[in-house]
């Protein structure tokens, strides 16, 4: 059936973009969305179960428990933690002019995006302006220097 829609949408569509082109459209629009939901975590969401915020067709951190930002690992280089009861996970952005990130080695790679979204990174650091990676093995020092929200960590 996702064949069949692409399909439709590619041959079919009255608009001039290209289905690559509303991917891309909606993948920044999700990264958008989504890095605005992470800058307004606080204190106060921090060892809280979160309600998450609709993206796409789902809805993402979704009774994730907010563990903190990690900090001091490069100009630009943002690092939310979060758990559930059997599972840690880094969500990963670094800003336009900043330092790229090392990426863990890992037998499951991080996706770009959404999990709405999931394509796989394969890259082996996070660049500066690229999409939201989501680190499904987060490194143990980057649990070792959450910070507190705020002046220190934006």
């Known amino acids: 059936m996702v064949i069949l829609f692409v399909a439709n949408s590619c041959c079919f569509s009255n608009s001039s973009s290209s289905i690559v082109d509303r991917i891309e459209n909606t993948r920044s629009s999700d990264d958008a969305i989504l890095i605005d939901y992470l800058k307004k975590l606080d204190v106060s969401s921090i060892g809280k179960k979160l309600t998450g915020i609709k993206i796409s067709d789902d809805i993402e951190l979704e009774g ?6 990690a900090v001091g690992f490069g100009k630009g280089v943002n690092i939310y933690l979060f758990s559930t009861a ?3 996970v880094a969500y990963i952005w670094v ?5 790229p990130l090392q990426l863990p080695d890992c037998e499951c790679l991080p996706y770009i995006g959404s999990t709405t979204m999931t394509q ?15 680190c499904p093995c987060p490194k143990k020092s980057w649990f070792n220097s959450i910070g507190r929200i705020g002046r220190d960590s934006h």
């Open 95 to 99: 800003e336009e002019g900043g330092d």
């Open 64 to 69: 994730w428990i907010f563990l903190g930002k």
């Open 86 to 88: 059997n599972e840690r």
């Open 120 to 134: 796989k990174y394969t890259l082996k650091s996070v660049l500066p302006g690229n999409s939201v990676v989501i």
